[in-house]
Each structure stands twice: as structure tokens, then as C-alpha cells.
């Protein structure tokens, strides 16, 4: 097994998250390759590992922290580190050591960028990409929001630890009709397959929904809520991770305007 970089050749198979197989994925619309034409000269790492037979298992991305939304400096983020785990498609490649190396490796590259550390994000509960497996690989956790804590791991005495930048406000309701509001980002396919969603179900009840896009990937738009990826209806935020159904954020736009007058 060894750990390569990205290059054309597997971008595609990168912007789907390593799940070709998924039809699923493929709702998530063009968002992430948008995303990465912008993010790549802006310091963006993606490191891929490769079994004996040349196939691709796992993924791991990163950037310099001052282009995600953290408070932060001189460091690098990991937004995700991916070892296919579904027996569909490629198949399973867990616990076969791609993992550590992919993150190894990205510790590696980032310290010989020059960087004073690398920091991370994992859920608390045990599900998704855990904070626990992250601290297993001897990185600290720091501050915590919601079910989301951030790690570290300083490479240097001078580093500075990074915090999360907190929600601001919350989007609200708009007199006679319903108010669908969806944060996008771009870098995540799962929250990109939300906003696609999102966007397709308000569509269906014609004037009496206002859909309204965020794209905060404009800095000021994130910095204005504090809000990178997220679904609200009329102000109540719905739970995008794992992505709902389009029948169920259907469902709750329906019930918002059965309520209209
Ligand atoms: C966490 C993850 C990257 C680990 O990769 P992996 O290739 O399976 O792990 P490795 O074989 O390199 O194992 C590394 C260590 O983690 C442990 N480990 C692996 N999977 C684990 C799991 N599900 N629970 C607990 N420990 C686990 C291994 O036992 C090993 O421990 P060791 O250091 O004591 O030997 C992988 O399981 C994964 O992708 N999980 C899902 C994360 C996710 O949802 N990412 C998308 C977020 S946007």
C-alpha cells in the first residue's frame, strides 16, 4: 500500500468521495469540483492510498486554516479523512492500516510545508469520522460545539490553538410563505447532496416557497452568520448530517405550508 497524491486521473473518483458506485452521490450536483477548481491554488492537499492492486481505498484532504473557518493561524485542517468502508463498489478497505498512513503522511507534508501544526474535527458520539480515532493518533481535543470538537496536534512550541468560530445568527421566516435557507460551502458532497435536495423540494410548491442560497464560500457570507453548511425552514434548522431524504425535507416544507394562510 502507499499514499499518493491527487492527479487528474482520480479527481473524479475524489470529488464522489471514493463512491462511483452510488447513485446517490451523483444528486450532489458539480458543488465539490467548483469548489476545488477555486481551493487548489489556495494551498489545498488531497492525498489518496492505494492498495497492492492499485486500487484507491481512502482519501484525506487539508488546508491551510486560514482558508476554512476557524480561527487560526499557521496550520493546517483536515476537513476529512475517508477510508472506503462500503462493501458496495470498491469495497472495504478498513483497518487495514490506510488510515494512519494517510494521516502520517499528511503530517509529514504539512510540517514540511513549513506549518506549526494540524488540527482536525470529529464527532463525539460514536458514529462518522470520531474524535476518539483522532485521539487515538495522539491529538488533542480543544474546543467543543455541539457534537463537534476540535483536535490538534502542534508541531512546534509557538503554535497557536485554533477555536471554532460560533454560530452568529439564525435565518428567520418571510411573511406569506415558507422560507427554505441553505448554507453551501461546497467542499463536503454529503451537505452539497442537502443543498441539492433542499433546492429540488422547494421547487415543487412554486411561489409559496422562498429558497434562498447562501454560498459561503464568499468569506463574508460565512463571517456574516457563522454558518458554513446548513438548512433552515422557516428559521428551524434541519440535521444535515447523514443527508436527509428528499421525501422527508419535502415532508417538512409541506407541513410549513399547509400552515399558510
Ligand atoms: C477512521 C478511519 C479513517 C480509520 O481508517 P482505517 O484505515 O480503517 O484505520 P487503520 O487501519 O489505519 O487503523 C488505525 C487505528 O484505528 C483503529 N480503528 C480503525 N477503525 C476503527 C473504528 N471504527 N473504531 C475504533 N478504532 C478503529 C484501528 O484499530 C487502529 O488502531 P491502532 O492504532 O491501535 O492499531 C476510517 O475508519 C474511516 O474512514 N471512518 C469513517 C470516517 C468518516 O466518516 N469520514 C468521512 C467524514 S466527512
Redesign the pocket.
Known amino acids: 500500500m502507499d499514499v499518493i497524491d491527487l492527479n487528474s486521473e482520480h479527481e473524479r473518483l475524489y470529488f464522489q468521495c471514493l463512491e462511483d458506485w452510488s447513485e446517490e452521490i451523483k444528486e450532489a450536483g458539480d458543488h465539490k469540483g467548483r469548489w476545488y477548481a477555486r481551493m487548489k491554488d489556495r494551498g489545498l492537499r488531497v492525498k489518496l492510498a492505494r492498495d497492492e492492486n492499485g486500487e484507491i481505498g481512502?482519501m484525506i484532504q487539508y488546508l491551510p486554516i486560514e482558508e476554512y473557518y476557524l480561527q487560526g493561524k499557521d496550520l493546517h485542517f483536515i476537513l476529512?479523512?475517508?477510508?472506503h468502508?462500503y462493501k458496495q463498489g470498491r469495497g472495504n478497505?478498513?483497518?487495514?492500516?490506510?488510515?494512519?498512513?494517510l494521516l502520517r503522511a499528511a503530517e509529514e507534508d504539512s510540517r514540511a510545508l513549513g506549518r506549526k501544526g494540524i488540527a482536525a474535527w470529529g464527532v463525539v458520539l460514536p458514529f462518522?469520522?470520531?474524535a476518539s480515532?483522532f485521539k487515538?493518533q495522539g491529538y488533542k481535543p480543544l474546543d467543543r460545539d455541539g457534537i463537534m470538537m476540535l483536535l490538534w496536534k502542534p508541531f512546534s512550541q509557538d503554535a497557536v490553538a485554533p477555536k471554532w468560530v460560533r454560530r452568529k445568527k439564525k435565518p428567520g421566516k418571510t411573511a406569506g410563505k415558507v422560507t427554505v435557507s441553505a448554507f453551501i460551502n461546497g467542499w463536503?458532497p454529503a451537505q452539497n447532496l442537502s443543498f441539492e435536495r433542499a433546492h429540488r423540494a422547494a421547487e415543487q410548491f412554486g411561489d409559496k416557497v422562498l429558497f434562498q442560497k447562501y454560498d459561503t464560500l464568499d468569506r463574508d457570507v460565512f463571517e456574516e452568520w457563522g454558518i458554513s453548511d446548513g438548512l433552515f425552514i422557516d428559521g428551524k434548522e434541519v440535521r444535515t448530517g447523514p443527508p436527509p431524504s428528499f421525501e422527508k425535507i419535502k415532508g417538512l416544507i409541506e407541513q410549513r405550508v399547509r400552515k399558510l394562510k
Do not use: Y
Open positions: 481512502g476529512c479523512i475517508w477510508v468502508g478497505f478498513q483497518k487495514r492500516g490506510m488510515g494512519k498512513a462518522f469520522m470520531r480515532w487515538k463536503c
